[in-house]
């Protein structure tokens, strides 16, 4: 897969996207996205690949939305584009795992893409931010509902009102991220739990990430029902089996993806 504003490597299992426009801090233009969308559907549909790492460069995950794209912008104009809908929402659609691995800026659309990520491994130079409302906007791209869910309402609106940016210890602390690591180390860690999640059953790591995501949307009794229903089915599965059998045998599980 050969594109203009990301790179893309295969390791295995895992395919490294890496956001590459460094002379705008990766910001998140129309082509960006467009590609980040096509890479994506090309990735669910690759049986090989059992996990996904999106990041950027050691100075920045993604400095938001392109500005320059956006400062001319009409209702209309976006209304009828979808702005933020139509490509962006690819990243939150991902059926397989995906792991954010962030150092330098994750600013506005960058935190809030990191964000539609399953998790954020964040370098210790990491910083998070919601600026929009420096620009007389606010969070267009699931900012204020998807960092709420993640750090609680008082934390959310001090982000979103001051437009502040957080330090990673402060992200790890209110529990946006789930790792920091020291910036050399950023790739290596994460890397490496993505080839975990890769050896894993695809399927069964699918449902997993189905049943957590579904937290966010029902209520208890809904989410419980939907996690029980999801573990009986996988009851069906030959990766079931196999996992099982391979504890009693006290070998390594081979899963088939079946
Ligand atoms: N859009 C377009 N260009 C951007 C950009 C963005 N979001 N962020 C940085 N750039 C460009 C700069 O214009 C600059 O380009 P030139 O060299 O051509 O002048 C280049 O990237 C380097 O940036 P700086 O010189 O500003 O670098 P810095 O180290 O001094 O500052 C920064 C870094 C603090 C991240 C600063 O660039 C900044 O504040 N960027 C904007 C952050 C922002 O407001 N993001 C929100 C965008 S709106 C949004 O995302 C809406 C949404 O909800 C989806």
Redesign the pocket.
């Known amino acids: 897969m050969t594109y203009n504003t990301l790179e893309v490597t295969k390791d295995g299992g895992v395919c490294i996207i890496k956001l590459n426009r460094p002379?705008?801090?990766n910001?998140l233009c129309a082509e960006l996205t467009k590609e980040l969308d096509d890479a994506l559907t090309k990735l669910e549909a690759d049986d090989k690949i059992g996990c996904v790492i999106l990041t950027g460069s050691e100075k920045?995950f993604a400095?938001?939305?392109?500005?320059?794209e956006?400062k001319d912008g009409t209702f209309l104009g976006m209304y009828k584009h979808d702005v933020?809908g139509l490509y962006w929402e690819s990243v939150a659609r991902f059926r397989k795992p995906i792991i954010a691995a962030v150092a330098g800026?994750a600013?506005?659309?960058g935190c809030?893409i990191a964000m539609m990520c399953d998790f954020i491994i964040a370098a210790d130079n990491a910083r998070f931010g919601q600026?929009?409302i420096?620009?007389g906007?606010m969070?267009?791209?699931g900012?204020t509902q998807r960092l709420t869910k993640a750090v609680g309402k008082s934390k959310a609106m001090d982000m979103c009102l001051t437009g502040r940016m957080m330090k990673a210890d402060e992200a790890h602390a209110c529990g946006l991220v789930s790792r920091v690591v020291p910036l050399d180390d950023l790739m290596e860690t994460t890397l490496e739990a993505a080839k975990k999640i890769a050896a894993q059953s695809q399927p069964i790591a699918m449902m997993t990430k189905e049943a957590v995501n579904t937290s966010f949307e029902t209520t208890l009794s809904q989410g419980i029902h939907f996690e029980r229903r999801l573990f009986q089915s996988m009851f069906s599965t030959e990766d079931q089996k196999e996992g099982m059998a391979a504890f009693i045998e006290k070998r390594k599980p081979h899963f088939n993806n079946k």
């Open positions: 002379k705008a801090l910001a920045a400095a938001g939305a392109d500005i320059t956006l933020f800026y600013l506005g659309g809030e600026p929009e420096n620009l906007v969070p267009g791209a900012g």
